[in-house]
């Protein structure tokens, strides 16, 4: 997820992987978007639990959720950082 979420912002507006020289707007909406994926994974994993644990018949589904988010969740925490950085920089000129 974090490699195509990468390849997303790298070739949105046709850039070439040099985020300075990219539209900000553009940009940050990129960014946005891969933090809403991750949120939407996570939502999804939390649903598919909960409609789990309502079946009992199932073995639980009883996973480390830092294991399987950990590294998104790291990865998001920097898109953060750039969405602050690029719009501050967007602020001042």
Same mark, same amino acid.
């Given at each position: 997820? !974090? /490699? =195509?979420?990468?390849?997303? !912002? /790298?070739?949105?507006?046709?850039?070439? *992987?040099?985020?300075?020289?990219? @539209?900000?707007?553009?940009? /940050?909406?990129?960014? $946005?978007? *891969? /933090?809403?994926?991750?949120?939407?994974? &996570?939502? $999804?994993? =939390?649903?598919?639990? =909960?409609? &789990?644990?309502?079946?009992?018949?199932?073995?639980?589904?009883?996973?480390?959720?830092?294991?399987?988010? *950990?590294?998104?969740?790291?990865?998001? =925490?920097?898109?953060?950082?750039?969405? @602050?950085?690029?719009?501050? !920089?967007?602020?001042?000129?």
């Amino acid at each position: 997820m !974090i /490699i =195509r979420c990468t390849q997303n !912002i /790298i070739s949105c507006n046709g850039g070439n *992987g040099d985020l300075w020289v990219m @539209d900000s707007t553009t940009l /940050i909406k990129s960014l $946005e978007a *891969g /933090i809403k994926l991750n949120e939407s994974y &996570q939502e $999804e994993y =939390r649903s598919m639990k =909960r409609k &789990q644990e309502a079946s009992s018949s199932d073995k639980p589904f009883d996973f480390n959720e830092m294991q399987i988010f *950990g590294k998104f969740n790291l990865f998001c =925490r920097r898109l953060i950082k750039l969405i @602050d950085m690029f719009s501050t !920089i967007d602020e001042f000129t």
